[in-house]
């Protein structure tokens, strides 16, 4: 989700100190102060037309009723746990063996799913920093931060931009003690971190930062903003964690860089200033970077310095390119355009089909010189309110040999189950949604992200909290039998090379 902040005016490196602290939370009121601003809000008003539409569509049946829950079928709805001692928007997902890490935007949550009809919450740790867009790699865990903070430290407050000394970037926690996570590590980047992809090699954590400059005033983050911030962790000593490099993806002569320049030259589309999300195939040392205006497809074969390999644009139908997932055989990439910026009702029948949609991109040809060739869109086809955001946005592969299936979120369009097998006719195959969370005005919720983990989907919604469902069809039965020890979506493994099947 986009978000304006404000921004900082320094930049350095901070080790663990004093200052590195963590409120851990188990139950009972926070020791600290979420940020009041981080619960799901009002986005938008609605006309009293709009209301009575939705109003009407309810009592129809074409849409559920405010907080019903629907779903195909093939779903089965197994678990819902609600937002606790964290009262912030919840948003991306990370896995490693038993246990889901879910973030939330004042810290992170930890939960058991050795039973996914029964997660129980292991530790809540009190860390506000939006997005905290979260990761892991062994004993490591990683929140991005990307608004301005007071400083690095857990009991941070915001920013304002006039304010000088203001903190945003990478926080490393080690959670050996899975129950006692430790805060030991920051590193502050340019622009902040609005997400980070993980590179993991054995003595070292390579964090790409994507982050990006939505606003020329703030002094430190102005165009060109052309590159993402390469940061390296050794594993056996996270307090090292340093800044290694800036490569530059969109060179370019003048201002901006060599981005896409948006508007006016092509209206209605976001400049390129830096990227919004990166997806890594390690194994095939590959990435795939969703970058605003642009989407690249690029070499990591040296992680310190990645090279881009083509870059394709959508000047008609892409807004804002958010993600991007490969195929298993690395041969397509689904790209998301978050159009709106995630707050808006864009899954109706005035967007239309093309726009606030996935685009499926073919990769034709070998090494340097492959090409992303488009073949698609696929967008759900099941209306919403004009008093729900819904748009494309985080999802990962269902590991099916030979098919190429898909989970994914739509805020509150709810989850998609959907098969890109044949690029240029996607269907959907499986849904899962809730009703409005308002008929009366436009509240940001629904899910932020929907993955695929060891035989279920988890999802953690913004405001209704952490879902577990159940897959049954035929189609995705055989995911059941491949088994992972960690899971980072953006970070994607060879699903048949990788893990173990029982």
């Not at 020329?216 to 983050?221: L, Q």
């Not at 086809?381 to 008093?387: I, K, L, M, S």
Request: aromatic share 8%; charged share 20%.
């Amino acid at each position: 989700m986009r978000t304006v902040r404000a921004r900082r005016r320094r930049l350095g490196v901070a080790t663990a100190a004093a200052g590195l602290l963590a409120t851990l939370l188990t139950a009972g009121p926070a020791a600290a102060t979420p940020d009041p601003g981080d619960a799901p809000t009002v986005s938008g008003s609605v006309s009293a037309q709009q209301k009575a539409e939705a109003t009407a569509a309810i009592r129809s049946g074409e849409i559920p009723g405010v907080d019903e829950v629907v779903h195909s079928p093939n779903i089965t709805h197994l678990a819902n746990i609600p937002k606790d001692v964290l009262p912030g928007t919840n948003s991306d997902l990370a896995f490693q063996g038993r246990y889901a890490f879910a973030g939330n935007y004042d810290g992170f949550r930890i939960f058991d799913i050795r039973n996914p009809a029964k997660p129980r919450t292991v530790a809540q740790v009190l860390c506000p920093g939006s997005q905290n867009d979260i990761s892991v790699s062994g004993d490591l865990l990683f929140l991005s931060t990307d608004s301005s903070r007071s400083d690095d430290s857990c009991s941070s407050t915001t920013q304002p931009a006039t304010e000088k000394n203001s903190w945003e970037g990478v926080k490393v926690f080690d959670i050996s003690d899975i129950r006692n996570p430790r805060y030991v590590a920051a590193v502050e980047t340019a622009c902040g971190s609005h997400t980070h992809t993980l590179v993991p090699e054995r003595r070292n954590v390579y964090v790409y930062v994507s982050s990006y400059a939505p606003n020329a005033t703030f002094p430190d983050c102005q165009p060109p903003h052309d590159g993402i911030s390469v940061i390296k962790v050794p594993r056996k000593a996270p307090h090292q964690a340093k800044l290694v490099g800036f490569p530059v993806l969109f060179p370019g002569e003048g201002p901006d860089g060599g981005g896409n320049p948006g508007a006016p030259t092509n209206p209605g589309v976001t400049k390129t200033t830096g990227c919004h999300d990166l997806t890594v195939l390690p194994g095939k040392d590959l990435a795939a970077g969703a970058c605003m205006g642009d989407g690249i497809l690029f070499s990591i074969a040296d992680p310190e310095r990645p090279k881009v390999i083509d870059r394709v644009q959508d000047n008609v139908n892409f807004a804002f390119w958010h993600s991007a997932t490969f195929n298993q055989k690395a041969d397509k990439v689904v790209f998301t355009d978050e159009l709106g910026g995630g707050g808006a009702p864009t899954c109706n029948a005035e967007v239309g089909p093309n726009r606030g949609a996935d685009g499926i991109y073919d990769i034709k040809g070998r090494g340097d010189k492959r090409k992303l060739v488009f073949r698609s869109y696929f967008k759900i086809d099941r209306h919403q309110a004009d008093t729900e955001n819904c748009v494309a946005h985080n999802g990962s592969l269902i590991p099916v040999k030979g098919k190429d299936l898909m989970v994914q979120a739509w805020y509150q369009g709810g989850i998609s189950v959907w098969d890109f097998t044949d690029s240029a006719k996607p269907k959907e195959i499986a849904y899962f949604e809730r009703g409005p969370l308002s008929t009366t005005q436009l509240v940001t919720g629904g899910s932020w992200s929907a993955y695929y983990y060891n035989g279920h989907i988890y999802s953690n919604d913004m405001a209704k909290g952490f879902d577990v469902l159940r897959l049954d069809d035929r189609r995705t039965d055989p995911a059941k039998r491949v088994r992972m020890d960690e899971l980072n979506v953006q970070t994607q493994p060879n699903y048949f090379e990788d893990f173990d099947r029982d």
